[in-house]
């Protein structure tokens, strides 16, 4: 188990009508996770991806991301990328890029500060946070700033854990823009001129990037908390804490994902939880053995796809909690999985040696069976992202790697 005395968890929801948010996924994927249900859902590919490299981009030199760990560094590798039309959006370090399909650079925008988390594009505006405390809204044509909005710096990274290396992304939903942040809330901001909605303080650090459905927005804290906030006012509809008897491990990492009355998470307190998205009621858990699971879930038809780090497995479990399967991979999965038609996607990364190798899964989500397995030149921290019939991923050798 890693050395630290806090953990992280991720969640799926659902509701029990049929929500928009989760209905068929778009051809984009203009935020984390796809939209701001989160579910992890992308369009099928018209042709089979079949796991070679179709291009590769820079954005920063292997040596400044060499010997990095978390934010505290000045660099970082590549976050998950935004896809709008035939634009790619891709964070890294202090810089936006956007690039074309074919992976050639349209533009690169320098930021206020280094980032870790997933650009979100709207109307027109790409939406990012920064390590010094602000939400940044830019054109999304010409990158000039539209405006900033303070939000409290990354703070605590490494201090809160070794393995600290995700910041919470903005979630864009009904004009409206969300974000966690390092001061311990949960922000809510006018999409059109950056104007404070409402906050909610939590009592740790937020990482986890909100989910957006219902008229609700949900988000977990490294307090150990999940919560479940109007999204007009911010007034807590239900507050759910995660923490269990006997572990002392307890923070929330990963993302809500919303799907059919139910919000499912998995924590570094070792259960995987299905909770009722209406009351916040704990509807089953599921052991997971001590292992930790920074990542979010991938939800489709009632199946929650979620990687471990510790015990290096990804597993499917169903709308009432049965595992329906458990498949080991190559290293530890911090990375989200990505569904796209007949075929899950996993990323992993190498905790303990900066230079091993990373992988990507193609697995058979009815059963987890392989179907291929490429293996690249550094960790994977980024989550893949099917734009068309390429994967998209960052990794820590500092490229973006598109998989055809």
């Known amino acids: 188990m890693h050395g630290s005395s806090f953990a992280s968890a991720l969640i799926t ?3 029990p009508l049929a929500c928009p948010l989760a209905a068929q ?3 984009d994927s203009p935020m984390f996770r796809g939209n701001p249900s989160h579910a992890g859902v992308y369009a099928a590919p018209t042709h089979p991806i079949k796991g070679t490299i179709a291009w ?5 030199g292997w040596d400044r991301y060499q010997k990095l760990e978390d934010m505290d560094g000045d660099y970082m590798w590549p976050s998950t990328p935004a896809v709008v039309g035939d634009r790619i959006y891709a964070a890294a370090g202090p810089f936006l890029y956007v690039l074309d399909l074919k992976g050639q650079m349209i533009r690169q925008i320098k930021l206020s500060s280094c980032t870790l988390a997933s650009p979100a594009v709207s109307n027109g505006v790409v939406y990012l946070p920064t390590k010094d405390g602000k939400l940044n809204a830019l054109d999304a044509q010409d990158g000039r700033t539209i405006w900033t909005a303070s939000i409290g710096n990354a703070g605590f990274l490494k201090m809160v854990d070794t393995w600290d290396v995700y910041q919470s ?9 969300f974000v966690g942040s390092g001061d311990g809330r949960i922000y809510a901001f006018s999409a059109k001129d950056g104007h404070e909605l409402w906050h909610v303080q939590t009592r740790h650090v937020v990482r986890a990037t909100p989910a957006v459905a219902g008229g609700r927005v949900f988000c977990g804290s490294f307090d150990g908390h999940v919560y479940a906030l109007d999204a007009q006012t911010g007034k807590t509809i239900w507050d759910v804490d995660t923490k269990t008897p006997g572990v002392p491990w307890m923070a929330v990492q990963g993302s809500c994902a919303i799907e059919n009355g139910l919000w499912r998470r998995r924590c570094r307190s070792a259960f995987f939880y299905g909770i009722d998205a209406a009351t916040g009621a704990v509807r089953w858990k599921d052991s ?3 292992s930790w699971v920074p990542s979010s879930p991938a939800v489709r038809d009632g199946i929650a796809y979620v990687g471990q780090s510790d015990d290096s497995k990804v597993c499917a479990v169903d709308a009432k909690g049965k595992r329906l399967w458990t498949r080991t991979v190559q290293d530890h999965t911090f990375a989200s999985p990505a569904l796209a038609g007949d075929v899950l996607f996993v990323a992993t990364n190498n905790n303990y040696n900066y230079n091993g190798k990373g992988h990507l899964y193609a ?3 009815k059963t987890g069976n392989p179907i291929w397995t490429l293996e690249l030149p550094g960790s994977v921290w980024s989550s893949p992202v099917v734009a068309g ?7 820590s050798d500092g490229k973006l790697y598109a998989i055809q």
């Open 13 to 15: 929801l659902a509701w």
């Open 25 to 27: 996924a778009p051809p």
């Open 56 to 60: 590769s981009f820079e954005t920063l």
């Open 169 to 177: 992304s903005a979630t864009v939903a009904e004009g409206r823009v």
């Open 288 to 290: 997971h053995d001590g």
């Open 363 to 365: 697995l058979e989500p």
């Open 389 to 395: 019939n390429l994967v998209l991923l960052g990794c």
